[in-house]
C-alpha cells in the first residue's frame, strides 16, 4: 500500500478526492468549497459528507468524527475483502 501524501489546503471544486474509513476507500469529488474556517463538503457514493481541515493532522477530518479522511488529487474506491 501507498503512504498517504496529505491533502492540498486549497481544494477547488472538481478536485477528484478519496474518503477513506478504516481499510476502506470511497472515491468522491469536491462539490462545494467553503473558505470559512476550511470547511469543505464533498459528493461520495455514501451521499454528502462534510471535513474540515485540521492543521495538528494536516488532513481533512470527517465533520464530528474521528474517523474518517479525505485526501485530495485522487479518486479510489476499495472495499477491503477481509470484512
Not at 474540515?52 to 493532522?57: F, G, S, W
Amino acid at each position: 500500500m501507498e503512504p498517504i501524501v496529505h491533502s492540498p489546503q486549497q481544494p477547488e471544486v472538481g478536485t477528484p478526492a478519496t474518503y477513506h474509513i478504516g481499510s476502506d476507500r470511497y472515491a468522491a469529488e469536491v462539490i462545494q468549497v467553503r473558505r470559512e474556517g476550511r470547511e469543505i463538503t464533498v459528493q461520495t457514493v455514501a451521499g454528502n459528507r462534510t471535513f474540515t481541515y485540521r492543521t495538528k493532522t494536516g488532513y481533512y477530518k470527517l465533520k464530528g468524527s474521528d474517523y474518517g479522511f479525505l485526501t485530495l488529487g485522487v479518486a479510489e474506491d476499495y472495499r477491503d475483502p477481509n470484512f
